[in-house]
């Protein structure tokens, strides 16, 4: 099969600015959810609650200040999701036909025509971090022009450090990023000492730039710490599944101190319990009163009584948990996307917005429902598709796949991090693991007979 002498890599730009602006077209303002309006309001006010990330806050108000409203947020957090489908063009001498197919089809999945018009801080977390590796393929490509190889280390560098300020687990895109810089410096022949010092650097400034955004936003924090009350909620969630599982599991640190709180958590807490997201527990008044009367380092206390002394029972909660977030048997209780604008109507109020359901979000609505159901909304899908396109890239190793591929090792990283963490199965928790596979997908397809190719070859060491 022969490429066209067409100019394929700009008709493929091309096409993925259309669908950039075709894209927006029909999200603009944005869909909002309960806690992207809450996060406005705190980007507005200038006052963090500390329950969400402050970078997301932050990132709204200064957006507010210029267009009110979300708008503006949108259309720069789905620009950095689209050049760096774009960037990646830059690194293969001629383009094929296939990788324009692809991102026509790839426009269709809710993962693009919706959740890139979402203000969420998954859609955030994600397209910073698939930008950062982007940033890296393409000067893994140019490596021999300093300027280029720094100024793109430079920006992947800023682009993981607010992936770490977007998510909790956000570290593992860090972590993963300065091994890719090193991996390339490896590749493109610098050795390890001074592949050490690339990959060592980017680490550094990452943490610097993070930590230094991190104090200087806390100085804007209000209220108790929102990790600190979320750590509670995961032990106190963990405890009573663990008590789910086996009702013959003896809580001594809560009996000891609390008799009535262990009897409400065999009782009520039992039957409030759902692996499919812990909201039922907060719910159920009877379990949220004797919670809020406890001493907080009850549960604390049986919760590394859990771990230390049942670990098999803990792995087995964890396990039962987690298969909601990565399977999710039924998709429509893990809320697969966001339509339109809902939040408290009071805060909406002050915004100057009103809950949004027009026809526009009727028709979107009624299309991605299509896809419910199906592969396409499906982690396990795209987790099989990133293991082949690993496989490929780690046969054929460009400078530029190495990036690619640590974005799926990334990927996979926080994936997994969520077996540890989880505590509801909203689909939006792995979508960097979607759209990072979407982007690897593409990345092939720009080259898919080299790709074809490299399986033909042994794996090299």
């Keep these: 099969m022969r490429r066209s002498a067409a ?39 200038g006052q963090y609650s500390n329950w969400h990330p402050a970078v997301m806050s932050w990132l709204l108000g200064l957006a507010d200040t210029v267009v009110r409203g979300t708008a503006l947020f949108v259309i720069l957090n789905a620009l950095a999701f689209f050049a760096s489908l774009a960037g990646l063009i830059a690194t293969q001498p001629r383009a094929h036909w296939a990788a324009a197919v692809l991102v026509v089809l790839w426009a269709l999945t809710p993962q693009f025509l919706i959740y890139q018009g979402t203000v969420w801080k998954d859609v955030l977390f994600a397209n910073a971090s698939v930008a950062g590796f982007a940033c890296l393929a393409v000067a893994a490509a140019f490596w021999e022009r300093p300027r ?10 800023l ?41 060592g650097g980017a680490l550094v400034a990452m ?98 009584d859990l771990l230390l002394h049942h670990p098999g029972l803990y792995l087995r909660v964890r396990a039962q948990v987690f298969g909601w977030v990565f ?36 028709v979107l609505d009624g299309f991605s429902k299509n896809f419910i159901g199906t592969p396409v909304l ?12 690993l496989y490929i890239l780690a046969r054929r190793r460009t400078p530029s796949d190495v990036a690619v591929g640590f974005l799926l090792v990334a990927a996979f990283g926080v994936t997994a991090s969520f077996f540890v963490i989880s505590i509801a199965c909203d689909y939006r928790y792995l979508y960097f693991l979607d759209v990072s596979t979407m982007l690897a997908t593409f990345y092939l397809a720009l080259d898919p007979m080299s790709a074809w190719e490299a399986l033909k070859r042994p794996l090299r060491t």
């Design 378 to 389: 499906s982690h396990v899908f795209y987790a099989v598709l990133a293991l082949i396109a």
């Design 7 to 45: 100019p394929v890599g700009p008709i493929t730009a091309g096409i993925i600015l259309a669908v950039y602006v075709l894209i927006m077209a029909a999200d603009l303002p944005g869909h909002l959810s309960y806690d992207s309006v809450i996060q406005l309001m705190e980007g507005r006010t």
């Design 327 to 362: 399977l999710t048997p039924d998709v429509k209780k893990c809320l697969p996307y966001e339509i339109g604008v809902d939040g408290p109507a009071d805060v909406l109020s002050q915004l100057g917005l009103a809950e949004r359901e027009d026809a526009r979000d009727k």
């Design 159 to 199: 682009l993981f450090a607010l992936a770490a300020l977007a998510r909790q687990n956000g570290a593992v895109v860090a972590l993963v990023g300065a091994m890719a810089v090193l991996a390339i410096a490896l590749v493109r022949g610098d050795g390890w000492r001074r592949s050490a010092l690339y990959g």
């Design 207 to 304: 943490v610097v730039v993070a930590l230094g955004g991190m104090a200087a936003l806390n100085t804007r924090h209000v209220g108790d710490s929102g990790p600190s009350v979320q750590f509670q909620l995961l032990q106190t969630y963990d405890v009573i599944g663990a008590v789910v599982h086996d009702p013959s599991l003896p809580l001594d640190a809560v009996r000891d101190d609390d008799p009535d709180l262990e009897k409400t958590i065999r009782t009520v807490g039992v039957k409030a319990w759902s692996p499919e997201r812990n909201d039922t527990l907060g719910q159920t008044p009877a379990l949220q009163s004797a919670l809020d009367n406890a001493d907080p380092d009850i549960m604390s206390a049986q919760w590394k």
């Design 148 to 157: 280029w190889r720094f100024g793109l280390i430079a920006g992947a560098v």
